[in-house]
């Protein structure tokens, strides 16, 4: 088991500094309430929704506005929205590639936002297909370091699908195919292993890698695209090295 995506490492990083600024709790919410509306409301006959939960438990978001996204979304409850999935691709700069999932109530906004978000901060957008080939769909759980080694997780996820186990650095994570998210969720529960998160993610085929004037601005662009209410994850092909990141934090 091998392979190492520096921009998972700088993405679970940069979740960690978000949850504490609250940033995330909007975005969790959603993905509860949505999970709801596709699949049902008992999280027990849904896993995405049971995914769902559990990171929007692990992130602190009150239990409360969890359970009232759970309702909102399986109709036990009036004023859920209309969200709709699209992406958008471009360019940020150094000619890294920019995959950008939305969920939103309103395209024209979501387009809007994200087009000034890119553009402005020295990326362009690009058309449908052109970058979304650079990425590949997988499932990603990640588990926190604490309490158990790369060996176990790898025993308990091995025959489950699981093809890598990477080092964060603060924590681990387990890439499968999409299709094996379940089987591999439910293999590190049955091992007695504690998981931060699990779900679909984009993970780059090749990537690109930058120094330190394109690490900022590629970084610039993703807080940008971020900032948006409308915006619920940025993925990029960058290889930003360690010793950069640290440096520009």
Same mark, same amino acid.
């Given at each position: 088991m091998s392979g190492h995506?520096?921009?998972a490492?700088t993405?679970?990083?940069?979740?960690?500094?978000?949850a504490k600024?609250?940033k995330l709790?909007?975005?969790l919410i959603? !993905?509860? @309430?949505?999970a709801?509306r596709? $699949?049902g +409301?008992d999280?027990? *006959?849904?896993?995405?929704?049971y995914?769902a939960?559990?990171?929007?438990?692990?992130?602190?978001?009150?239990?409360d !506005?969890i @359970?009232?996204a759970?309702?909102? $979304?399986s +109709?036990?409850?009036? *004023?859920g929205?209309?969200w709709?999935t699209?992406m958008y691709?471009g360019?940020?700069?150094g000619?890294?590639a920019?995959l950008?999932e939305?969920?939103t109530?309103?395209?024209n906004?979501?387009?809007?936002?994200v087009?000034v978000?890119?553009t402005?901060?020295?990326?362009?957008?690009?058309?449908?297909?052109?970058?979304?080939y650079l990425f590949n769909?997988?499932?990603?759980?990640i588990?926190?370091?604490e309490g158990t080694?790369?060996?176990d997780?790898?025993?308990?996820?091995?025959e489950?699908?699981?093809?890598?186990?990477n080092?964060?650095g603060?924590a681990?994570e387990?890439?499968?195919?999409a299709?094996?998210?379940?089987a591999v969720?439910?293999?590190?529960?049955?091992?007695g292993?504690?998981?931060?998160s699990a779900?679909?993610?984009f993970?780059?085929?090749v990537?690109?890698p930058v120094?330190?004037e394109?690490?900022?601005?590629?970084l610039r662009?993703v807080?940008a695209?971020?900032?948006?209410?409308?915006?619920?994850?940025?993925f990029?092909?960058a290889?930003?090295?360690?010793d950069?990141m640290e440096?520009?934090g």
């Amino acid at each position: 088991m091998s392979g190492h995506s520096k921009w998972a490492t700088t993405k679970h990083k940069k979740a960690v500094i978000d949850a504490k600024r609250g940033k995330l709790f909007a975005k969790l919410i959603k !993905n509860v @309430e949505v999970a709801a509306r596709t $699949g049902g +409301g008992d999280p027990d *006959g849904n896993p995405t929704l049971y995914d769902a939960i559990q990171k929007a438990r692990k992130n602190s978001v009150p239990l409360d !506005n969890i @359970e009232r996204a759970r309702k909102r $979304g399986s +109709g036990e409850e009036g *004023g859920g929205a209309d969200w709709q999935t699209i992406m958008y691709e471009g360019y940020a700069p150094g000619g890294v590639a920019l995959l950008v999932e939305c969920l939103t109530d309103n395209r024209n906004r979501a387009a809007s936002e994200v087009r000034v978000a890119v553009t402005r901060n020295g990326g362009s957008m690009a058309d449908a297909g052109s970058v979304s080939y650079l990425f590949n769909r997988k499932g990603v759980v990640i588990v926190p370091k604490e309490g158990t080694t790369e060996d176990d997780i790898t025993l308990a996820v091995l025959e489950a699908g699981a093809e890598d186990v990477n080092d964060l650095g603060e924590a681990f994570e387990v890439v499968c195919e999409a299709g094996d998210l379940l089987a591999v969720r439910t293999a590190l529960q049955e091992a007695g292993i504690d998981y931060e998160s699990a779900e679909s993610s984009f993970l780059p085929s090749v990537e690109v890698p930058v120094g330190e004037e394109d690490a900022r601005k590629v970084l610039r662009v993703v807080d940008a695209l971020e900032d948006s209410d409308d915006v619920q994850n940025v993925f990029t092909n960058a290889d930003i090295p360690d010793d950069i990141m640290e440096k520009i934090g």
